[in-house]
């Protein structure tokens, strides 16, 4: 089965409290979301990205892969569940139900090579699927009313949740649709075959593998990306 990635990056960025999008916002002289393309575009197994854009976005024709062969636009929708969904209509025709699609969000720009190969060697022949992940370091709390803790969360088996995000692509369509039409907008592909029964592998990745939400979040990945290189 083939390779795909998609990328939804139709986010308005709400917590940044930037008028540009984060995935426009400048991290060494070029936009986030165009690092982040880097790593798919130049994997020569992947063989398009589908990249889903907001209505109003005034950003995108500036990228420098607006016009690469091997890159497709989306339109985004009202949540990132429906921006995903778009973005598999647009593969739909070139893609079979059975490849593979990455989801990786637009705004996480630091993603290393390594963790990506380990992820697709992993999950290959997974019948499921599964994603980057880290596991929780700190002490974890469930707050109660007037933020006082009501108990600890044992964290043994706590993960947090990265992207790329790896599933078959017409198991992860139907798992999409199915979580939409029960009014569930789930925040992550993980979430929608989670529902469906199934059980997603988690694959150790890396702290730097961030995503940017905040404007401290920039100086921050600039040093990741010199860290590996890029
Ligand atoms: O908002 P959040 O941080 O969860 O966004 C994760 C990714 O999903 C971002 O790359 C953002 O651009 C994208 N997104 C989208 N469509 C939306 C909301 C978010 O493509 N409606």
Redesign the pocket.
Same mark, same amino acid.
């Given at each position: 089965p083939a390779l795909w990635a998609v990328? +939804?990056? %139709? &986010? $308005? &960025?709400?917590?940044m409290g930037s008028a540009v +999008?984060?995935?426009y916002l400048d991290l060494a002289g070029r936009a986030v979301?165009e690092h =982040?393309l880097d790593l798919f575009v130049a994997d020569p197994r992947i063989r398009g990205v589908a990249v889903?854009?907001?209505r109003e976005d005034a950003y995108w024709g500036d990228t420098g892969y607006a016009d690469h062969p091997k890159v497709m636009r989306a339109p985004?929708? %009202?949540?990132?569940?429906?921006? $995903?969904l778009n %973005?598999l209509g647009v593969l739909e025709g070139r893609a079979g139900d059975d490849d593979w699609v990455l989801v990786? /969000? %637009?705004?996480?720009p630091c993603l290393r090579v390594a963790d990506l190969d380990r992820l697709i060697e992993a999950l290959m022949d997974d019948p499921v699927g599964g994603l980057l992940g880290i596991q929780v370091r700190d002490t974890m709390k469930r707050a109660g009313e007037g933020e006082r803790i009501e108990t600890t969360v044992d964290r043994s088996s706590l993960w947090h949740a990265y =992207?790329p995000q790896m599933f078959r692509l017409g198991l992860l369509r139907h798992a999409l649709h199915d979580a939409l039409e029960a009014g569930d907008l789930v =925040? /992550?592909d993980a979430s929608a075959m989670e529902r469906l029964g199934r059980a997603p592998r988690l694959i150790e990745g890396h702290a730097d593998n961030i995503?940017? =939400?905040r404007a401290e979040d920039l100086p921050l990945a600039r040093f990741y990306l010199q860290q590996q290189g890029r």
């Amino acid at each position: 089965p083939a390779l795909w990635a998609v990328l +939804p990056a %139709a &986010g $308005v &960025g709400r917590r940044m409290g930037s008028a540009v +999008p984060k995935q426009y916002l400048d991290l060494a002289g070029r936009a986030v979301i165009e690092h =982040t393309l880097d790593l798919f575009v130049a994997d020569p197994r992947i063989r398009g990205v589908a990249v889903a854009l907001g209505r109003e976005d005034a950003y995108w024709g500036d990228t420098g892969y607006a016009d690469h062969p091997k890159v497709m636009r989306a339109p985004g929708g %009202a949540e990132r569940c429906h921006s $995903v969904l778009n %973005a598999l209509g647009v593969l739909e025709g070139r893609a079979g139900d059975d490849d593979w699609v990455l989801v990786h /969000d %637009a705004a996480r720009p630091c993603l290393r090579v390594a963790d990506l190969d380990r992820l697709i060697e992993a999950l290959m022949d997974d019948p499921v699927g599964g994603l980057l992940g880290i596991q929780v370091r700190d002490t974890m709390k469930r707050a109660g009313e007037g933020e006082r803790i009501e108990t600890t969360v044992d964290r043994s088996s706590l993960w947090h949740a990265y =992207t790329p995000q790896m599933f078959r692509l017409g198991l992860l369509r139907h798992a999409l649709h199915d979580a939409l039409e029960a009014g569930d907008l789930v =925040t /992550d592909d993980a979430s929608a075959m989670e529902r469906l029964g199934r059980a997603p592998r988690l694959i150790e990745g890396h702290a730097d593998n961030i995503k940017i =939400t905040r404007a401290e979040d920039l100086p921050l990945a600039r040093f990741y990306l010199q860290q590996q290189g890029r």
